[in-house]
């Protein structure tokens, strides 16, 4: 029996000598592959308006490729064809229900050989070890893989996993803690696993609840703000107001106030409540409206979803503007106004030859003199309350150093020429 076995392994083993090389002639393709295959899946979730965490890309490189292909638990006839995750893509999103999302966009783009989905927690063992992710394995549609650049990749078989980034941080820990599986790990360890899991899945159900309430929220106080500015006439009906003034004083917590008598007005000082107030406000609209009859280009904080730009700048443009948010939320509850009336009433000033002396010096210093609304709405206030603030708060508020700057002098300038 022995000496029967022996020339086999002898055979496979020269033949899987073979497959390796090949493979190693073939590596760039395959990582030109990976990479083209990322650009296209960030440009389909971009184009569906799906804001993910991340997409990671990978070869499998020579090495790894060889200690598969030589696992004496599998034998394989056509190593890489076989080997379906040489080229592999990680989806890195948010919430739960994105995964989802995700998945429905791969499944129309792409032919599915097979769908993990026994990786979806509820479709899993109540005792199953470890936190879950979905995986395919894909091929290039008909349609795709018979265009010009698609074409030298149309049979490759490869990889997507799909992953929130709770589930993300558990296969990295428990990769770096080497146990893949239950039976690997000692009874007191896989308990203490096991509660994590839960704990991880527990919390990624509340971080979606917790965004579909901050959805509800935002959607409650739109309604609020735009109703105010209706005639009686196009009112809601008295029992939907009221349900909507009680959701938000609930919301916000406000005490000692019949909900029948809230108003926009009384709600604090928020992003969401900022960002309506934009929108509605008319003295904000005035001030809107002086900054660009000057030359100031002002664009709408809501614009920047729109923007057809690489991902990476879209990013750093949305952080600077969530930074303006949270940085006028800080400054007015440090400057005492409280709410929404109480920061209109704040910024209820002629703000033109302040905006004149603005435009000119960012003019004559050569920067831009673009700003996205809630920039514009930090600078009147601080330019309203200069006193209180100093200039390593205007670069807090997401403004770039040297334009920072220069806001930072001709506000200092202008509150004191005004107030001298």
């Known amino acids: 029996m022995a000496e029967t076995k022996a020339p086999t392994v002898l055979k496979m083993t020269e033949h899987y000598k073979q497959d390796v090389e090949k493979f190693k002639r073939q590596w760039d393709t395959f990582s030109l592959f990976t990479k083209k295959l990322k650009a296209l899946i960030e440009e389909m979730l971009q184009s569906e308006g799906l804001k993910f965490h991340k997409i990671e890309a ?4 020579v090495d790894s490729f060889e200690q598969k292909i030589l696992n004496p638990d599998k034998e394989y006839k056509e190593p890489i064809k076989e ?3 040489l080229a592999a893509i990680r989806v890195i999103v948010n919430y739960t229900d994105e995964v989802e999302i995700v998945s429905n966009l791969l499944k129309k783009e792409f032919e599915v050989i097979y769908h993990e989905i026994g990786h979806q927690p509820e479709e899993q063992d109540p005792d199953r070890f470890g936190y879950v992710s979905d995986h395919y394995n894909l091929k290039l549609s008909d349609g795709r893989g018979s265009l010009f650049d698609w074409e030298p990749y149309k049979e490759i078989v490869f990889e997507v996993q799909i992953r929130t980034i709770l589930q993300h941080g558990w296969a990295s820990i428990s990769h770096a803690l080497k146990y893949k599986d239950k039976h690997d790990v000692p009874i007191p360890v896989q308990r203490r696993l096991n509660r994590l899991s839960g704990l991880l899945e527990l919390a990624d159900e509340q971080f979606l609840a917790i965004r579909e309430d901050v959805t509800l929220v935002a959607a409650d106080v739109r309604k609020i703000a735009k109703d105010e500015k ?10 939907h107001r009221k349900r909507l003034r009680v959701a ?6 406000i005490l000692n106030t019949d909900p029948e008598d809230i108003k ?15 929108d509605e406000s008319p003295i904000f609209k005035t001030h809107v409206n002086n900054a660009t009859d000057i030359g100031l280009n002002i664009s709408s904080s809501k614009s920047i979803d729109i923007l ?16 303006a948010f949270g940085q006028i939320t800080r400054q007015c509850q440090r400057l005492g106004i409280k709410n929404i009336q ?14 004149k002396k603005l435009y000119a010096g960012l003019e004559s210093n050569h920067y831009p003199t673009s700003f996205y609304d809630v920039h514009l709405l930090f600078i009147l206030l601080l330019r309203s309350k200069f006193e209180e603030f100093d200039d390593y708060d205007v670069t807090l508020a997401g403004i770039p150093d040297g334009i920072a700057r220069i806001v930072a002098l001709i ?4 509150f004191w020429e005004s107030n001298s």
């Open 58 to 61: 990978r070869t499998k490189d």
């Open 83 to 85: 080997v379906q995750d």
């Open 230 to 239: 209706r005639s009686e006439e196009e009112e809601q009906s008295p029992e």
């Open 248 to 253: 938000l004083t609930q919301h916000y917590n």
């Open 264 to 278: 926009f007005g009384d709600l604090p000082i928020d992003t969401i409540t900022i960002e309506n107030w934009l």
């Open 308 to 323: 057809n730009i690489d991902i990476k700048q879209k990013y750093y443009i949305e952080e600077r503007v969530k930074n």
């Open 342 to 355: 109480a920061l209109a009433e704040t910024l209820n000033y002629i703000s033109n030859p302040f905006l």
């Open 411 to 414: 506000t200092r300038n202008d």
